[in-house]
């Protein structure tokens, strides 16, 4: 798989800011077929920074209503990066 197709976006929230600048963490949501090597070779190459270890979580899909029924909401699998302590990635 090529780097851009395993990493969809990076995520941006309060808690993966606080990570990113106290731990050193950051937080991708990823395709569902990547496995951990993969996720960790694309963020080295698209971010060129040194990866220590990748954490990854099956998020499901989130029961959805309105007016005309039900449906779920998506599943995405989520990704947590902890990085060498003298690289940085700049999100913002």
């Not at 077929?33 to 989130?62: C, D, W």
């Not at 209503?65 to 909401?73: E, L």
Request: aromatic letters at 8%.
């Amino acid at each position: 798989m090529e780097p851009t197709t395993v990493i969809r976006k990076p995520l941006i929230t309060e808690k993966s800011t606080f990570e990113s600048s106290v731990f050193n963490r950051y937080a991708f949501e990823v395709d569902r077929r990547a496995t951990k090597p993969q996720i960790k070779s694309a963020v080295e190459e698209l971010y060129k920074v040194r990866v220590l270890s990748v954490a990854t979580q099956n998020r499901k899909g989130q029961m959805r209503r309105n007016k005309f029924g039900h449906w779920r909401s998506n599943a995405l699998k989520r990704a947590v990066v902890k990085v060498h302590p003298d690289d940085r990635i700049e999100l913002l």
